[in-house]
């Protein structure tokens, strides 16, 4: 008799546990994407995709090192925006998801997933060490 009702009572309470977290840990993402949209690094980002509107992409690589735009009529990298050069110092996986987030948020065609689909894969170092990167690759 006891056992359930413990389980009856620990179950909402688990409930509300988990809800608030998701509500703390979505604050915590809408912060950090907000502070990466104000940074000069994304604003020279967003200044130069911006300039490639006109162009057919076939694929938007964003790694730990940069971000690299390749054109779809001509194999040719259209873009090599490397962090390195324009403020980021070091290499941070948070931030090559947040520019991720923010690139799809800002340019809708790359949510568009009848258009294009993201993958996600490993990119791995001279040292051995891992590192995550994301692709928006146009679907054929």
Same mark, same amino acid.
């Given at each position: 008799?006891?056992?359930?009702?413990?389980?009856?009572?620990?179950?909402?309470?688990? @409930? %509300?546990? +988990? #809800?608030?977290?998701?509500?703390?840990?979505?604050?915590?993402?809408? &912060?950090?994407? $907000?502070?990466? =949209?104000?940074?000069?690094?994304?604003?020279?980002?967003?200044?130069?995709?911006?300039?490639?509107?006109?162009?057919?992409?076939?694929?938007?690589?964003?790694?730990?090192?940069?971000?690299?735009?390749?054109?779809?009529?001509? @194999? %040719?990298? +259209? #873009?090599?925006?490397?962090?390195?050069?324009?403020?980021?110092?070091? &290499?941070?996986? $948070?931030?090559? =998801?947040?520019?991720?987030?923010?690139?799809?948020?800002?340019?809708?065609?790359?949510?568009?997933?009848?258009?294009?689909?993201?993958?996600?894969?490993?990119?791995?170092?001279?040292?051995?060490?891992?590192?995550?990167?994301?692709?928006?690759?146009?679907?054929?």
């Amino acid at each position: 008799m006891f056992i359930p009702l413990a389980i009856c009572i620990g179950a909402p309470g688990i @409930a %509300i546990c +988990l #809800l608030m977290y998701c509500g703390f840990a979505r604050r915590q993402e809408q &912060r950090l994407l $907000a502070s990466m =949209r104000q940074s000069t690094l994304y604003g020279r980002l967003y200044g130069k995709m911006s300039a490639l509107a006109h162009h057919d992409i076939d694929e938007l690589r964003i790694e730990p090192t940069g971000v690299t735009v390749t054109s779809a009529s001509l @194999a %040719i990298t +259209l #873009l090599t925006f490397d962090f390195k050069r324009n403020g980021n110092f070091k &290499r941070n996986e $948070a931030a090559v =998801r947040l520019v991720a987030q923010l690139l799809e948020q800002d340019f809708p065609m790359f949510s568009n997933r009848s258009a294009y689909r993201l993958r996600r894969y490993r990119v791995y170092r001279v040292n051995g060490k891992a590192e995550m990167g994301f692709c928006y690759q146009m679907r054929r």
